[in-house]
């Protein structure tokens, strides 16, 4: 079988038996994704070798479905299923004592295939299905508790402003088509002009949804009521990492004036939920921001025309955000909650897991030599090169800074307090997938240049030391602001702002979501009115045919019998007539001829 469908089919499949067999859901998770790695390690291996996979699928007449193994996709899928495999592992015993481990196995798989082949496909038509695919499985993933309190808001906040920015994707997808004639994403990469301009722009709203961007940061932090290992999964290689992965596929099609508004829009998202990531009191919301500055920094460097340094943060980012939510999550068992006044001396209670969640911190505040050094180089580098470097220097340089800040915030109230400690059910799983992933955020790094190799393509060379400089004295700068300086006091009169997430006149909650949400509550209202109205007209019905069964049954069926009943009797009657007696059959004939006669004469006379 085709690697490419064996790596978007083994999770599925996974999938489906879970839900037919209902047991063992993780050991099918964790035979599922082993798979379907091994399927994209394969891929990779062949794209290394020059080889290009290919799928193709009945699709529109004349638009098959493409599904490609190009060396970016292939990269893409085995990202996406290493981090899977991880993350399952960890899953198994952070859902444990979970009685809903079924479902939520067989969603998670189902939501690692949708991703797969999001990454994977080919054609625009294929890429929409997956788009959607991603929405609905983080939908049932957020809300998967949705008995608690608050639960089924986050979740339907998350769908209803991602599907909103959605837009803007199909719309683009629309423009291409029709510009090019052609699905096939590589053919519409060659669209210019305005095509191209607005094309971009519309690809950029849809990459501000999934990808939290400013405005649409909000929902993304929300999003934190769903397990665990769904935050780790979804921050890291799937729903989030969608945008960016967009904006970085159509890179080569987007002209100077489109990428200037994207590295805009992904420098204020760096600043921005930066500040409010240093202003969080509670350390899942905090990482939640954070992944918004991180993809704002992704978009940065797309915008500064380095698509590749986009790519590199994104795989550093994806290990080490990966990483921080899984240690959060055996904090969260530690000590019931994620809240800071829980957590303080969390750290003390599981020393190596601690080891491992400051290694990933560090690795994303860019510290050597750890992966997220290189990969943050990387994008300094692509700002300072760039013609507006004035400009998205400063974002780059500021998201940064911050970054250290609130990451050392993290560390140091995890560290300072009391230990507490307790035992955590399945703390083997999941300090084995953590352990994995904290790996991959130290040595990721040395792999870069192999990835250059593959892409064929080179990061800037001319402004790499000062883009070190610089880079990690704003690293150190605001790791040693964040540890020994409270955020309240760093943020000083912005912190207000920090706590209202920036939201001005309320925000996409007063601009979309309230507003939406008072749409559904009427049309809920107008639908009942007309179920009200339907269930009345359909008992006035029923009485009606009440009414006339009744008028049926006792009106003319009475009637009916009545005359057969008298007629019966009258034939009874009759019969005693026909006695046999020859001179009494005489006289009824004598008898029932005079009245024949009469009725027939007597009439005559009046006339």
């Known amino acids: 079988m085709n690697l490419i469908a064996i790596a978007i089919l083994a999770p599925l499949v996974a999938a489906v038996l879970i839900l037919l067999l209902r047991r063992a859901p993780a050991a099918l998770s964790l035979l599922g994704t082993v798979i379907g790695l091994i399927a994209s390690i394969g891929l990779l291996t062949n794209a290394f070798a020059g080889v290009a996979g290919a799928l193709t699928l009945p699709g529109l007449p004349d638009m098959p479905l493409l599904l490609v193994a190009t060396p970016l996709t292939a990269l893409l899928s085995t990202l996406v299923a290493v981090i899977c495999i991880f993350v399952m592992i960890y899953a198994v015993g952070y859902m444990k004592k979970d009685d809903e481990k079924v479902r939520f196995s067989a969603t998670l798989l189902l939501f690692a295939a949708a991703m797969q082949t999001l990454v994977l496909a080919g054609d625009w038509i294929l890429l929409l299905a997956a788009w959607e695919l991603i929405g609905l499985s983080s939908y049932l993933?957020?809300?998967?508790?949705?008995?608690?309190?608050?639960?089924t808001s986050a979740a339907t906040r998350a769908f209803m402003v991602t599907r909103s920015a959605d837009l803007g994707l199909y719309i683009a997808v629309?423009?291409?088509?029709?510009?090019?004639?052609?699905?096939?994403?590589?053919?519409?990469?060659?669209?210019?002009?305005?095509?191209?301009?607005?094309?971009?722009?519309?690809?950029?709203?849809?990459?501000?949804?999934?990808?939290?961007?400013?405005?649409?940061?909000?929902?993304?932090?929300?999003?934190?009521?769903?397990?665990?290992?769904?935050?780790?999964?979804?921050h890291s290689a799937t729903l989030v990492a969608a945008g960016a992965i967009l904006l970085i596929r159509t890179a080569p099609m987007l002209p100077a004036e489109t990428l200037l508004v994207i590295g805009i829009v992904g420098g204020i998202t760096t600043v921005v939920t930066g500040l409010i990531a240093l202003g969080e009191n509670d350390l899942k919301r905090l990482l939640a921001a954070s992944t918004s500055s991180q993809y704002?920094?992704?978009?940065?460097?797309?915008?500064?025309?380095?698509?590749?340094?986009?790519?590199?943060?994104?795989?550093?980012?994806?290990?080490?955000?990966?990483?921080?939510?899984?240690?959060?999550?055996?904090?969260?068992?530690?000590?019931?909650?994620?809240?800071?006044?829980?957590?303080?001396?969390a750290g003390r209670d599981q020393p190596r897991i601690f080891f491992g969640f400051a290694?990933?911190?560090?690795?994303?505040?860019?510290?050597?030599?750890?992966?997220g050094f290189f990969s943050k180089d990387a994008i300094i580098a692509a700002s300072l090169a760039s013609s507006d470097a004035w400009l998205l220097a400063s974002f780059a340089l500021a998201g940064t800074l911050l970054t250290g800040a609130y990451m050392a915030r993290a560390l140091s109230i995890l560290w300072h307090g009391d230990r507490?400690?307790?035992?955590?059910?399945?703390?083997?799983?999941m300090g084995a997938?953590?352990?994995?992933?904290?790996?991959?955020?130290?040595?990721?790094?040395?792999?870069?240049?192999?990835?250059?190799?593959?892409?064929r393509a080179s990061l800037a060379e001319d402004e790499n030391t000062l883009a070190q400089i610089l880079g990690l004295s704003a690293a150190l700068s605001g790791l040693a602001l964040g540890w020994f300086i409270s955020g309240e006091r760093l943020?000083?009169?912005?912190?207000?702002?920090?706590?209202?997430?920036?939201?001005?006149?309320?925000?996409?909650?007063?601009?979309?979501?309230?507003?939406?949400?008072?749409?559904?509550?009427?049309?809920?209202?107008?639908?009942?009115?007309?179920?009200?109205g339907v269930l009345a007209v359909g008992r006035l019905g029923l009485n009606i045919g009440r009414g006339a069964r009744f008028g049926d049954e006792r009106g003319i069926d009475g009637l009916i019998f009545a005359l057969v009943r008298g007629t019966i009797n009258l034939g009874n009657r009759a019969r005693t007539l026909q006695s046999g007696l020859i001179h009494r059959e005489m006289a009824i004939t004598v008898v029932?001829?005079?009245?024949?006669?009469?009725?027939?004469?007597?009439?005559?006379?009046?006339?």
């Open 491 to 532: 943020l000083g009169p912005l912190l207000p702002w920090s706590q209202r997430g920036f939201a001005v006149a309320g925000g996409m909650d007063n601009l979309l979501v309230r507003p939406a949400f008072a749409i559904a509550r009427r049309c809920e209202k107008l639908e009942r009115s007309l179920y009200t």
């Open 141 to 151: 993933l957020i809300g998967f508790w949705y008995r608690r309190p608050g639960v």
């Open 359 to 371: 290694l990933a911190a560090l690795a994303l505040a860019g510290i050597p030599p750890l992966s």
């Open 296 to 345: 704002g920094l992704m978009l940065l460097a797309v915008g500064a025309g380095v698509p590749l340094a986009a790519l590199l943060h994104l795989i550093a980012h994806a290990a080490i955000k990966s990483a921080l939510f899984l240690g959060a999550g055996v904090f969260q068992h530690s000590r019931d909650g994620t809240t800071f006044g829980k957590l303080e001396g």
């Open 433 to 455: 997938g953590l352990a994995g992933l904290v790996t991959l955020a130290v040595i990721l790094g040395a792999f870069f240049p192999s990835i250059e190799t593959l892409l």
């Open 420 to 429: 507490q400690k307790r035992s955590i059910p399945g703390l083997g799983w």
């Open 174 to 234: 629309f423009i291409l088509i029709a510009t090019t004639g052609s699905s096939d994403i590589a053919t519409t990469l060659n669209t210019g002009g305005s095509a191209a301009i607005v094309a971009g722009l519309l690809l950029l709203v849809a990459a501000m949804g999934k990808s939290a961007q400013t405005p649409l940061h909000d929902w993304l932090q929300r999003a934190m009521a769903g397990p665990t290992p769904v935050s780790a999964l979804l």
């Open 592 to 607: 029932g001829a005079a009245l024949i006669f009469a009725i027939l004469f007597i009439p005559l006379l009046f006339f």
